[in-house]
């Protein structure tokens, strides 16, 4: 079983020199005022894969000027869980840097005490070993991602230059087996010198400042888990729409801000919503506070609920915060329901919520006590959040909506027992059978057979049907992010390309071992006696890189044209390709693969 993915990019430092003249006694050197700084703004994103957890520890992030200079710009270790960023992206920091030109940002890794967990189809869950290329435990490492000329990032007095950093698990992991498991990695990172705006984006940390005038609220960042650090400010708009719940209660537009505003700077903040590059802003759309947060020393589950039993939920893939101490993978926890476990929703109710609210499919977090010996979730004095939910499968009836599931927030749907959700068995919810209230949307491109990607909420617990309450549905054939593809080259090839064109990239396949996997979908192999055609996204915001085995360095291209010819370069120095990884739409039709990120990894 093989996988495939991305990942960065940026930089520093000026220094001025002053004169001074003088005949017969030196005058004093004049007083030099501070070098112009600007803003700049890392976020980290992923895209699907095969991993339940990929936690690594990244000890620094250090940023290179086109003149050498080197910064540091973490200040305090960072634990990150890579595989929490598949659908969102996260802001790490936002800091204040000399003026300049960024071409190279060094990423020093640690894989000593590396959390990596992965699953097979049955989905059954084993933590891997990450290893080199050699069979080697992999320890401390320095990652170097180099920006071209025109792909650095520029720091003005005045603006704010943002990152976007994809540490794409899947180009940069082979799994190489589940007995041992273990993880062969050539850890490959893409940049961007933007932000992703078709992404949700979600900013944690400590509550600054509401301006209830301008309807803007101010935070202290605090990314990930971590409680200390200084890794500065993020502004974010609110609006009508923005969706609230602090301590426990939900709020809407104008009398959530003002109820934010009652909360004392310090209060632990999460917000989550849109950026709009054009002017930068990152407007929110909800907004978690006060208690609301996880964040009070109480003992936190996260993970999708695989079956119910009476008021005992059993929740897998499960990641555990014990008294607001570091996050560990369980892969089983049992999580137990009381009447006065407060029940809320993302995005907000238009009903009362209850334990009953919770049903199997449901993507949580609890809070409450937990018991190591038991492995059990007290959530009495606590709360059940249902989080917005991911089903992935084919459109059996169009009208009303029903499908054959595949996926379940990423979990094969056959590690799911549906009794009990039925208003009796016989309306027990049905995988192959799933029925879909849309609601108001409107369903008329989507017909018999396609392939979709619904977000919503499973239906209370013993209520189906219908078994799932839709809020968005999108068709994974035009999904831009939707589709991963891989080809690989033993002992590596030196005729992978036919083609390698500013417009279009050709790949043979017939000595390949190659497939694309779209979200959800078994992998489809690839024909060997059919040209695969690679095209960049039509927005011209496709990321491309290249890396060689063994090698810490990557580069880091945004167009195709520029690409293509370093590939060549690479080639007719005799170079031998030994795989290839993209990220995008699959065109299956015609054979063509419309990606946003694609890399190549040489001998």
């Known amino acids: 079983m093989k996988s495939i993915k991305q990942f960065f990019s940026i930089g520093l430092l000026a220094i001025l020199l002053s004169a001074c003249g003088g005949s017969t006694s030196p005058e004093p050197e004049p007083v030099k005022g501070p070098d112009p700084t600007g803003k700049f703004s890392l976020v980290i994103t992923d895209a699907d894969g095969d991993f339940l957890s990929y936690t690594v520890d990244v000890n620094s992030i250090q940023l290179t000027k086109v003149n050498g200079t080197v910064v540091e710009t973490t200040p305090v270790n960072s634990r990150i869980n890579f595989a929490d960023y598949t659908d969102l992206s996260e802001f790490f920091s936002v800091i204040t840097l000399p003026e300049g030109v960024y071409n190279k940002i ?9 959390e990596i967990v992965i699953q097979d189809d049955q989905g059954n869950s084993y933590a891997a070993t990450a290893v080199d290329a050699d069979g080697s435990p992999l320890s401390q490492f320095a990652l170097d991602v180099k920006l071209g000329e025109n792909d650095s990032v520029r720091i003005t007095k005045g603006k704010i230059a943002f990152l976007t950093v994809d540490f794409d698990l899947a180009a940069s992991n082979t799994i190489l087996g589940f007995d041992p498991a273990q993880v062969e990695v050539e850890p490959f990172l893409l940049a961007t ?10 900013a944690r940390g400590l509550l600054n400042n509401v301006d209830t005038t301008n309807n803007l609220i101010t935070i202290d960042i605090r990314p990930f888990h971590l409680r200390q650090g200084d890794f500065g400010q993020l502004q974010a708009q609110a609006n009508d729409e923005t969706q609230y719940e602090i301590n426990g209660e939900s709020f809407s537009g104008m009398d959530g801000l003002n109820q934010l505003a009652t909360l004392s700077a310090g209060e632990p903040i999460i917000i989550q919503g849109q950026v709009f590059t054009a002017d930068r802003t990152f407007v929110a759309n909800e907004v978690y506070a006060g208690t609301s947060v996880p964040w009070n020393n109480s003992d936190v589950v996260r993970g999708v609920v695989v079956s119910r039993s009476g008021d005992t939920l059993t929740v897998r893939g499960a990641h555990a915060e014990i008294g607001g101490n570091s996050v560990t993978f369980r892969d089983v926890i049992l999580v137990n329901l009381f009447d006065t476990t407060t029940v809320t929703k993302q995005l907000g109710s238009d009903v009362d919520l209850d334990k009953d609210s919770v049903s199997v499919g449901s993507r ?39 499908m054959h599931l595949t996926r379940i927030n990423g979990r094969p749907v056959r590690i799911f027992d549906f009794t009990g959700t039925g ?19 409107t369903l008329s491109s989507v017909a018999q057979n396609d392939w979709l990607r619904v977000r919503g909420f499973f239906n209370n617990f013993g209520a189906a049907p219908a078994d799932y309450i839709a809020k968005t549905v999108s068709d994974l054939a035009i999904d831009r992010r939707a589709s991963a593809f891989a080809a690989g080259w033993r002992g590596g090839s030196a005729d992978a390309f036919t083609e390698l064109n500013a417009d279009s990239i050709v790949i043979n396949t017939s000595n390949a071992i190659a497939f694309v996997k779209i979200a959800g979908i078994p992998a489809i192999n690839v024909s060997s006696d059919t040209a695969f055609t690679i095209k960049p996204a039509t927005n011209d915001r496709s990321v491309y890189a290249i890396k060689h085995a ?54």
């Open 364 to 402: 949580i977090i609890a809070t409450g006590t937990l018991d190591n010996s038991s492995n059990t979730l007290d959530t009495s004095e606590g709360f059940a959040r249902l989080r917005l939910n991911s089903v992935k499968g084919q459109v059996t009836q169009a009208q009303p909506l029903q």
């Open 550 to 603: 063994g090698d810490r360095a990557i580069t880091v291209y945004h167009n195709m044209a520029d690409f293509s010819r370093a590939v060549q370069v690479e080639l007719d120095n005799g170079l031998l390709v030994l795989k290839t990884a993209a990220i995008g739409r699959f065109d299956e039709q015609n054979n063509e693969f419309t990606t946003i990120a694609f890399s190549v990894l040489f001998n």
């Open 423 to 441: 208003i009796d068995p016989a309306n027990d919810v049905d995988s192959a059978n799933f029925e879909v209230d849309t609601q108001t949307l």
């Open 193 to 202: 010198a933007d932000l992703i705006d078709e992404r949700d984006h979600r």
């Open 106 to 114: 060094t990423l020093n890794l640690d894989y000593s005490n590396a």
